[in-house]
């Protein structure tokens, strides 16, 4: 064992002068909360999750130790889920009004919170006035119509074609069934309609970004056109309000994920690492090896983009929750470490609200997005088309009362991240995996930091490390804390994580 340390003094000297990420990402929360609104806290009684209820709950965001909020989307929209706009300058009814949105966004900033919206122009709804407009315009025959220029209408049909009324046009709808046509984003009339409502919500309401979604949608097909528009977003942001922070959902592979930071989008939600496929939950599932498996995962990673701000997670409103992903329902450990290790890539990790209890849900979309589980009295409605309501762990007021439940890991994972926050920010020196135990070196402004990770629920082997270092900060999944004896002997109880840093 001693030889997997043997080098680490040295590469110490080596990775100071690499360094980390670069230096516009360090501004960047390094833990952010993904919130569905109407699923998460009713303010006036109607069942339905909304704005003030959200705002209620910020002291327990900042206390959890997020620093950085998405909403879905919150504008009017028919559906549920509000991924299909039809005002892209307003707060849905349900959720309440502009005023209460400007309330949390104050009430978040003064919390250190940065809060950012989910903005999806692929598409909008069929119920959008400019849709509208631009159908009746198509009935009566009037070409000059400037919104007909503002969707994809085209007189072929085709298995993406939707039939106008009344007409023998079609519309273009990347996500059939959805009533949500897709936009002309050639259109340079609409463009400038993108960039004032851009402008609406960075300058006028104060959000400090944007999640866009359905990227690769934009042009599908088209991952050079995609790019562009992307790029041009972006530079709108930049020229409107600089800082500005856009993550796309670009839901593919690395090689893909990789092209489109091109275009200069601070961010894409790193796929590969996520749900039951993905980097986290593979690793800890591997009957041998995890260590070896997570590591050669994270050099792809670093590989392909070496001084990118990235953004991994391990679930979102679209996909299985974490906890069946990892089958453990019965193992609340094995869940703790799968979200340390999410932090661990580096970057900016994001969590699904409902995750940091254990939340369960798959299959369809609803039951994705289930009502958050404060406790038995407290709850909103379910969505509807729900066809699963499951907890498989305890209520946060039952969690709050538990030190040792996952609730509060995942606090001290946080705060263990604020504490150091360069520790888990951009690409990492591998400096061994081998067996259950990952260690991996980071350059920050206060030194080197080391982390290690014990990738198995069992005790386990003693590693030796430089004895000038000293643990900065440990995190355990039960009772037994990390150990470093004056010799350099480190013992790491079940899946923990350790960071260390040069003794002083
Ligand atoms: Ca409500
Ligand atoms: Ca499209």
Redesign the pocket.
């Known amino acids: 064992m001693k030889r997997l340390f043997a080098l680490w003094c040295c590469l110490l000297l080596v990775i100071s002068c690499i360094g980390g990420a670069g230096a516009e990402t360090k501004d960047v929360p390094v833990s952010w909360y993904e919130v569905f609104v109407r699923s998460y806290a009713?303010?006036?009684?109607?069942?339905?999750?909304?704005l003030n209820?959200l705002r209620a709950k910020l002291p327990y965001i900042h206390d959890m130790g997020w620093r950085g909020l998405w909403l879905m989307p919150i504008m009017p929209s028919p559906s549920y889920h509000k991924y299909d706009v039809t005002d892209y300058r307003d707060i849905d009814p349900?959720y309440g009004t502009m005023e209460d949105f400007r309330a949390l966004v104050s009430e978040a900033h003064a919390l250190d919170i940065r809060v950012i919206v989910d903005l999806p122009v692929n598409h909008t709804a069929v119920a959008h006035p400019w849709f509208k407009e631009a159908c009746d315009a198509l009935r009566q025959r009037s070409a000059d119509s400037e919104k007909t220029g503002w969707y994809c209408f085209s007189q072929t049909p085709g298995s993406k074609h939707v039939p106008v009324e009344g007409t023998d046009w079609y519309y273009e709808e990347q996500f059939a069934g959805g009533g949500m046509p897709d936009l002309n984003l050639d259109s340079e009339s609409l463009r400038a309609e993108i960039r004032d409502i851009l402008a609406f919500w960075l300058t006028d309401v104060g959000v400090d970004g944007f999640r866009l979604d359905a990227v690769t949608s934009y042009y599908t097909g088209h991952n050079d056109q995609n790019i562009a528009f992307l790029a041009w977003l972006k530079e709108s942001c930049e020229a409107i309000k600089p800082g500005s922070f856009l993550v796309g959902e670009c839901w593919t592979g690395l090689n893909t994920i990789v092209e489109y930071y091109d275009s200069g989008v601070d961010c894409f939600f790193l796929f590969p690492a996520s749900q039951a496929e993905g980097w986290v939950c593979k690793a800890l599932l591997a009957r041998s090896k995890p260590a070896e498996r997570f590591a050669a995962s994270l050099q792809s990673l670093y590989e392909a983009l070496p001084d990118a701000l990235y953004a991994p997670f391990l679930c979102n409103h679209d996909t299985g929750r974490t906890v069946p992903a990892l089958q453990a329902r019965t193992l609340p450990d094995r869940v703790k470490l799968a979200h340390a290790l999410v932090s661990v890539i580096g970057g900016a990790a994001f969590t699904y609200y409902g995750d940091e209890i254990g939340m369960v849900g798959a299959g369809e979309d609803p039951n994705k997005r289930l009502a958050m589980y404060w406790s038995d009295e407290e709850m909103?409605e379910q969505p509807p088309g729900v066809t699963k309501i499951e907890y498989a762990y305890p209520s946060v007021a039952e969690q709050e009362a538990d030190e040792a439940s996952l609730l509060h890991y995942i606090k001290r994972l946080n705060q263990m991240k604020l504490a150091w926050p360069e520790a888990f920010m951009g690409r990492a020196e591998i400096r061994s995996a081998f067996g259950n135990v990952l260690a991996l070196a980071r350059e920050t402004a206060d030194g080197p930091c080391l982390i290690v990770a014990n990738l198995s629920l069992k005790q386990t082997e003693v590693f030796e490390i430089n004895q000038k270092q000293t643990i900065f900060c440990d995190l355990e999944t039960g009772a037994n804390t990390a150990l470093l004896e004056d010799d350099g002997r480190l013992t790491l109880p079940p899946g923990a994580v350790v960071l260390l840093r040069s003794g002083d």
């Open positions: 009713d303010s006036n009684g109607d069942g339905l999750g909304d209820g349900e909103t």
